[in-house]
């Protein structure tokens, strides 16, 4: 085995303009990319690569410009129906109430993914998934937390992980039991947890389906309190924690998922100072989804000076969900960070890359174009990094390489 893995081709990639992601690198001119068996064995100049022995595969990129492979770090991918006439509804005027009082809101989604199967659901996630890869994502996190029952929330981990069947790219699952109480436990949200959330939480560990533990700390949704009890058993399980917060309110979900050492804390409209100070302190990553700012009409922004004052790695992401942000273009979620919230060009390609991977517990692996990590390429139609940023409505993918196989 030893013997194969060392005489696998060389892969090169020349002739490219490369930004690597590397802390401190700018764009590469004359790029070069080397890997074996998947795995980057250098990145940097041509000039200063070292010379090509045996077997080995040369792609000429025609000076495009090489990214590492996008990652969408938050998403709700899985999940059956739409809501598409709940949109129709809000703009005749309809208010959250009476969409609720309609049989709309999330609910409506448990429903329709209460009734599908594995196999249903991957074939309705399919297309929002193929929408992303088509923008050069390598990597994307997908969240459970609309089947609330043991076996719909394991049907919905069960058909995220098997999307990698069908699909070359990598997938993190995270558990999202604590996304709302289903009807059958309203006024009872203890003895939700008691009944379904932590139990489903127990037997998806056992089945190996969830890679991270999420919830959504809101007045509408689950207490820091309740949220604690979830962190608990995720630590007696061994797995990492994130955590939806200040996205409506000021919950103290940020400062929670600070002190629990979570990967993430998501959203953060409503930060303050020392929620910026806590991420910081724990190398939480603030992941910014301003798809949801965007569909529901939010007007309080995350206060972005603040967490560069504090120098809190920042993350974007789609947060594609049915209800508030049907959003399957990472490309828009860069171009809508940076416009809607100021974040720069740099910002937002670190926001869809290295802190992403940082997000998932991935830097290890992907995020950056160097020595050691998976060969995660994206090759883009352009020539400037800030091109990537600004336009809407414009994919300039030339091809997406993952593990070092061309897709």
Same mark, same amino acid.
């Given at each position: 085995m030893t013997d194969s893995l060392n005489t696998a081709p060389i892969q090169a990639w020349k002739n490219c303009r490369l930004l690597t992601g590397v802390a401190g690198q700018g764009?590469?001119?004359?790029?070069?990319?080397?890997a074996q068996n998947g795995r980057i064995t250098y990145a940097g100049p041509a000039?200063? &690569?070292? @010379?090509?022995? #045996?077997?080995?595969?040369?792609?000429?990129?025609?000076?495009? *410009?090489?990214?590492?492979? !996008? =990652?969408?770090?938050?998403?709700?991918?899985?999940?059956?129906?739409?809501?598409?006439?709940?949109?129709?509804?809000?703009?005749?005027?309809?208010?959250?109430?009476?969409? &609720?009082? @309609?049989?709309? #809101?999330?609910?409506?989604?448990?429903?329709?993914?209460?009734? *599908?199967?594995?196999?249903? !659901? =991957?074939?309705?996630?399919?297309p929002r998934l193929d929408a992303?890869?088509?923008?050069?994502?390598?990597?994307?996190?997908?969240?459970?937390?609309?089947?609330?029952?043991?076996?719909?929330?394991?049907?919905?981990?069960?058909?995220?992980r098997r999307l990698a069947e069908h699909r070359d790219v990598r997938i993190v699952t995270s558990y999202?039991?604590?996304?709302?109480?289903?009807?059958?436990?309203?006024?009872?949200?203890q003895d939700y947890l008691a009944d379904v959330l932590l139990p489903a939480l127990d037997k998806a560990h056992a089945e190996g389906l969830v890679d991270a533990v999420d919830g959504f700390c809101e007045g509408i949704a689950f207490t820091t309190d309740e949220m604690a009890q979830v962190f608990?058993?995720?630590?007696?399980?061994?797995?990492?924690?994130?955590?939806?917060?200040?996205?409506?309110?000021?919950?103290?979900?940020?400062?929670?998922?600070?002190?629990?050492?979570?990967?993430?804390?998501?959203?953060?409209?409503y930060i303050d100072d020392a929620d910026a100070a806590a991420l910081a302190a724990s190398g939480t990553v603030a992941v910014l989804l301003p798809g949801a700012f965007y569909a529901?009409?939010?007007?309080?922004?995350?206060?972005?000076?603040?967490?560069?004052?504090?120098?809190?790695?920042?993350?974007?992401?789609?947060?594609?969900?049915?209800?508030?942000?049907?959003?399957?273009?990472?490309?828009?979620?860069?171009?809508?960070?940076?416009?809607?919230?100021?974040?720069?060009?740099?910002?937002?390609?670190?926001?869809v890359t290295i802190n992403a991977a940082k997000a998932l517990g991935l830097e290890a692996e992907t995020g950056t174009i160097e020595a050691g990590k998976s060969a995660d390429l994206a090759v883009w139609n352009c020539e400037a990094p800030a091109e990537l940023v600004y336009r809407m409505g414009f994919n300039p993918l030339e091809r997406r390489i993952f593990k070092g196989k061309t897709l």
């Open positions: 764009v590469i001119a004359d790029g070069m990319i080397l000039t200063d &690569a070292p @010379a090509l022995d #045996g077997a080995v595969e040369i792609t000429d990129l025609g000076g495009r *410009l090489v990214t590492p492979g !996008l =990652i969408d770090c938050h998403t709700h991918i899985v999940h059956g129906g739409n809501r598409a006439r709940e949109f129709e509804m809000r703009l005749d005027g309809a208010s959250y109430v009476e969409i &609720a009082q @309609a049989g709309g #809101g999330i609910m409506s989604t448990v429903r329709a993914t209460r009734e *599908l199967g594995v196999e249903e !659901l =991957i074939a309705q996630a399919l992303l890869l088509a923008e050069g994502i390598t990597t994307i996190e997908i969240k459970s937390g609309y089947g609330l029952t043991i076996e719909a929330e394991l049907n919905m981990l069960r058909a995220a999202l039991g604590a996304h709302a109480v289903p009807e059958e436990y309203r006024g009872r949200k608990d058993r995720a630590a007696v399980l061994g797995l990492p924690i994130k955590l939806h917060a200040e996205q409506l309110t000021q919950s103290g979900g940020t400062k929670l998922a600070a002190s629990r050492g979570a990967l993430s804390a998501d959203h953060l409209e529901i009409r939010e007007t309080q922004k995350p206060d972005i000076a603040t967490l560069r004052r504090h120098g809190v790695a920042m993350a974007v992401a789609t947060d594609c969900n049915p209800g508030t942000s049907p959003l399957t273009s990472l490309l828009l979620g860069m171009n809508m960070a940076a416009t809607l919230f100021g974040l720069t060009v740099n910002e937002c390609l670190a926001g």
